[in-house]
């Protein structure tokens, strides 16, 4: 093993303690486990496990989130941000849904129900076909509509100026109520 | 007389408050209203029952013994303080597991949000560690995968700060025009402590980073997994290892037994109940770098990683919760803060930004902080519109709300920073309004 930092506190963590903690998944897919999962089946597991939350087609019951729908949307008044409409990453759903869902039991997946909801997901969002099935290999090469459409932070986006007198006129002060 | 004045307002302004709960959720949230307004009854009633402890009497308490020591071994508020207490807003969220409440700010002093005040943020609750079954990994692109234990992480040499904590969908509700009658609404998604902890760097040299490494993804223990990648030149500057806040070991609400914490960066990436850092060569663009976190601009393109909450203030006397009663001296107070330094001056205008005037800031002033400002006013009975302007270390100046709204129009949900108005009335009452 290789000589510990400055302090030589902490164990050195073992292939298998790190293989039970290391879920993360990259867009290029990178951390993706074998396995592999059709629409077909996805459909099956994501009725009995998601629906009563996000609805059959994807719409979000009450309060809870959509998954489908809201194509371009985004400069709407209105915006609705999907995984079909605003997600940049398929991996990141695979990724989602295997550390966080179902909601009231996280991690209970196993990764072949993964790609299946994974792919019905993706479906419903017209994003593959019916016949589709979803594996570690093709994972990162499903395109996302919206990928090209994030960009790091610019701001400071706004150049306020320290005025401290006559700063404007206050016949133009306009007071919105609640 | 103030006394009796205060529940009186705030009864109004939570009345107000339900006028914009959707029906569905509006029987709870009135419930919770009504329940409130019973306790402040409570309160107003024992006052009146107990004034004969008014001079020239001489008070019960004078004539009679308190409790003993250890009757309250971990200490509460008085009873007469029950009102300073998180709230929440039933309709933002479908539910209180991934939910937000808000701290009293209307109620607060200094700089230190009192540990049981601090705003909560869960994804999937807050899950109940045991220490000792607690472990934290740091692996990936490193020479010496390590594991450590609490006992482990405690024995690394620590360092206090005092930095601010905010979420940057504070004052998120507000981004189409005023909703929200209540300062801890508009502005409580944020909070203030004294963090103790190891140095995240001290950390990564322990584990020996590779050359390629340059980004950390930080995972949490929650059922929400949650996950952030935050770039190494943040993890090598002043990003902590925090197991202490204000003195004591994390409340559970904040992370316990262990936390990230990201001085003067958007909450979300101070990943709770710690588990895991791996180290990688690129981010790992997962759902809360993505679906959320991210601000969407009238393009219809995002943002992505904007980390730092950048510099904002508010009035929090007078505010709806607090208003003013008869003319005469009053303190207009508040709190200013930025995550790209120190607060080198606030400005304050009762005109609606026709004319501003510096505050004096109080105390400390310390980097990526809470900080007190006040101005001394005396109050005619006019009506105004009551502003306060930060500016940081840096130049920046806290922006007006049509300037955010020209750039970013009114749906990127997060880092709403502008300048804030309370309309004064000249009955004393403050309402939630906007400039146009």
């Not at chain 2, 979300?268 to 959320?292: A, Y």
Request: aromatic share 8%.
């Amino acid at each position: 093993a290789a000589e510990t930092g400055r302090y030589g506190i902490g164990k050195t963590a073992t292939i298998e303690e790190i293989a039970g903690w290391d879920i993360d998944i990259r867009p290029d897919g990178k951390g993706l486990p074998k396995g592999k999962g059709s629409v077909l089946q996805g459909e099956e597991a994501y009725e009995a496990q998601c629906a009563s939350c996000h609805g059959l087609f994807g719409e979000g019951e009450g309060r809870w989130p959509p998954l489908a729908g809201g194509e371009d949307s985004l400069t709407e008044d209105r915006p609705k941000k999907t995984v079909g409409s605003y997600w940049p990453y398929a991996s990141t759903l695979w990724d989602y849904i295997n550390r966080a869902m179902p909601f009231s039991a996280p991690q209970s997946l196993t990764p072949d129900e993964v790609y299946a909801i994974t792919a019905y997901v993706l479906y419903l969002n017209d994003l593959v076909e019916k016949g589709f099935v979803l594996t570690q290999d093709n994972l990162a090469s499903i395109e996302m509509p919206n990928v090209n459409n994030f960009y790091a932070d610019d701001r400071p986006d706004t150049n306020n100026e320290r005025c401290m007198k006559n700063c404007k006129d206050p016949r133009n002060i306009e007071v919105i109520q609640s | 007389m103030a006394d009796s004045k205060k529940p009186e307002t705030s009864k109004e302004y939570l009345a107000e408050l339900t006028a914009h709960v959707p029906p569905t959720s509006r029987r709870d949230f009135l419930k919770k209203g009504v329940k409130f307004s019973t306790s402040l009854a409570a309160v107003a009633a024992t006052s009146e029952a107990l004034s004969d402890n008014l001079p020239p009497h001489v008070s019960s308490w004078s004539k009679s013994l308190g409790t003993g020591v250890v009757s309250t071994p971990y200490g509460v508020p008085s009873k007469f303080e029950e009102n300073v207490i998180r709230r929440t807003v039933p309709w933002l969220t479908a539910d209180k597991i991934s939910s937000i409440s808000m701290s009293p700010l209307q109620e607060l002093k200094g700089i230190i949000t009192p540990n049981g005040l601090v705003f909560e943020r869960y994804h999937a609750g807050a899950p109940a560690i045991n220490p000792a079954q607690h472990r934290l990994m740091i692996h990936g692109l490193v020479d010496n995968p390590l594991i450590f234990t609490m006992d482990d992480l405690m024995r690394f040499p620590s360092e206090s700060v005092i930095n601010f904590l905010e979420c940057p969908a504070n004052g998120g509700m507000e981004w189409r025009g005023p909703q929200m009658e209540a300062l801890q609404f508009t502005h409580g998604m944020i909070s203030c402590c004294e963090w103790t902890g190891v140095r995240l760097s001290t950390l990564l040299a322990e584990a020996g980073v590779q050359s390629k490494g340059k980004w950390v993804l930080a995972e949490g223990a929650d059922g929400a997994g949650m996950s952030r990648s935050i770039p190494m030149n943040k993890a090598l500057d002043d990003a902590l290892i925090v197991y202490a806040q204000n003195g004591e070991k994390l409340r559970p609400e904040q992370g316990y037994p262990v936390r990230l914490f990201n001085p003067g960066w958007e909450g979300n990436t101070s990943v709770k109940w710690l588990r895991r850092l791996k180290i990688g060569d690129k981010p790992w663009h997962h759902r809360e770098e993505t679906s959320k976190y991210t601000d969407l601009m009238p393009d219809g393109r995002s943002r992505r990683f904007t980390y730092e909450q950048e510099a904002n203030s508010v009035i929090t006397s007078p505010c709806p919760e607090n208003p003013w009663g008869q003319k005469g001296s009053y303190e207009i107070e508040g709190i200013a803060w930025s995550g790209r330094g120190k607060i080198k001056q606030v400005d304050v205008s009762i005109d609606g930004g026709v004319t501003w005037r510096p505050a004096k800031l109080k105390g400390l002033v310390l980097t990526k902080a809470l900080t007190r400002f006040c101005l001394p006013f005396k109050w005619d009975g006019s009506p105004g519109l009551l502003q306060s302007r930060a500016i940081d270390e840096t130049g920046y100046v806290q922006p007006t709300l049509s300037q955010l709204r020209n750039v970013r129009g009114t749906n990127s949900i997060y880092h709403k920073n502008s300048i804030h108005t309370w309309q004064l009335q000249s009955n004393g009452k403050i309402k939630n309004v906007q400039l146009k």
